[in-house]
């Protein structure tokens, strides 16, 4: 296109004309006597744009007297600016900058602003009002406006409203080009009755309260989802938390069940070990037969088997107390007192299992106390220095 925006730059480039909205055309088409700026500015600056309008002014001003301005706008010579529409049918004065034409609002309130063009879709258009039926014949060379009035004729299509419903320049072909290029999408049709406005501003109410029902549809179903969203994440967290609830009761009894086997075969195996002693117990006393009945008399303090104990000795397997007596080896240093002064639990942290062990040798016989008479008994009683214990031992 011959035109292009230039809102990002300071000025255009040469042999262009740069209008008062930033828009870049062809200095060419300044003063052609057609709007190439969507402003129009490459045209009301021309001197024959001036001249028309000053003409005007003066001509209007002649005839009729200052109309006044409205509470809103001030101006002072009661016309609008080059660059400003003026409503056709109101008796006041009310003006609008070109760019309001035909953008589907009706800024004068009887939609004169809106005629002959096109806002977003048919059924949007504004229609034309009915002008005040009071026509009448003009006389030669003059122009005939749609609300009867008479002008003349060397005042159509200079670029100013002089019928006072715009009739004059809304027919011209700049006009027509200036409405393509402000809406060069639209298509013009005919000109259709003017709906009441109690009806339009049903329409329009009807479009918002619909528009307003979109917006909350789509609003409750955005909570819808997610409300639905958050009941999936938290039903997922509680599934998590009770898988891993599961898993962890699933170990602590598996746990719990492998140390209650190991204690039953702990337990199993000491009673087996118990079994097994007593059983060579059992063997060991059955082998060596009876135990003889020895009477001693009087009492003595022992720390070793007398003198006069003929079978000192023990097997190469045994032990031998400090009583005299003698148990397994295998019975040393087990944590069971199997010598009746326990000599067979003593300097357990100094010997070791595995080295021989040597038997006691037979202690001498502890020096005779003064001679006491006491009865003779079938026990022999045994007074334990270390110990303090008295036992009666079958000998």
């Not at 309008?53 to 016309?79: I, M, V």
């Not at 619909?210 to 409750?220: C, G, T």
């Amino acid at each position: 296109t011959e035109k292009r925006q230039a809102f990002h730059a300071q000025t255009c480039d040469a042999g262009e004309f740069q209008c008062g909205n930033g828009e870049c055309v062809p200095e060419a088409k300044k003063c052609d006597r057609k709007y190439d700026c969507r402003d129009g500015t490459d045209e009301t600056s021309c001197d024959y744009f001036v001249a028309a309008q000053k003409a005007h002014h003066d001509s209007h001003t002649a005839q009729q007297p200052t109309l006044p301005a409205p509470a809103h706008q001030d101006y002072e010579d009661g016309e609008c600016s080059d660059q400003e529409f003026r409503c056709p049918y109101l008796v006041e004065l009310k003006c609008f900058h070109y760019e309001k034409l035909c953008d589907g609002v009706d800024d004068c309130g009887d939609g004169s602003d809106e005629i002959n063009c096109e806002s977003g879709s048919a059924d949007e258009r504004v229609a034309q009002p009915n002008p005040p039926d009071h026509r009448g014949n003009c006389g030669s060379g003059q122009f005939q406006c749609r609300s009867g009035d008479c002008i003349e004729e060397s005042l159509k299509c200079n670029r100013k409203y002089d019928c006072t419903d715009g009739s004059d320049e809304t027919e011209c072909d700049y006009y027509k080009a200036a409405m393509n290029r402000h809406h060069p999408n639209s298509v013009q049709h005919e000109t259709r009755p003017a709906q009441p406005a109690g009806d339009e501003t049903r329409r329009r109410t009807d479009d918002v309260q619909r528009r307003e029902q979109e917006l909350r549809r789509r609003e409750e179903e955005e909570r819808r989802r997610e409300g639905e969203e958050r009941r999936r994440e938290q039903t997922e967290s509680q599934r998590e938390q009770e898988n891993s609830r599961r898993e962890e009761q699933r170990r602590i009894e598996e746990d719990l069940r492998r140390r209650q086997h190991e204690d039953r075969q702990r337990h199993e195996a000491e009673q087996r070990a118990d079994a097994q002693r007593r059983e060579e117990e059992k063997r060991r006393t059955q082998a060596e037969g009876p135990a003889k009945e020895v009477r001693f008399s009087g009492e003595h303090d022992i720390d070793g088997p007398p003198e006069d104990y003929e079978d000192a000795g023990c097997l190469e397997h045994e032990f031998m107390c400090h009583t005299g007596e003698c148990i397994d080896k295998r019975r040393l240093c087990d944590t069971r007192i199997d010598c009746l002064d326990g000599s067979d639990e003593e300097n357990c942290q100094e010997t070791r299992l595995d080295e021989p062990i040597r038997h006691h040798p037979a202690a001498p016989a502890p020096p005779a106390r003064p001679e006491q008479h006491q009865p003779a008994t079938s026990f022999l009683e045994i007074r334990m220095k270390n110990k303090n214990l008295t036992a009666n031992v079958l000998c």
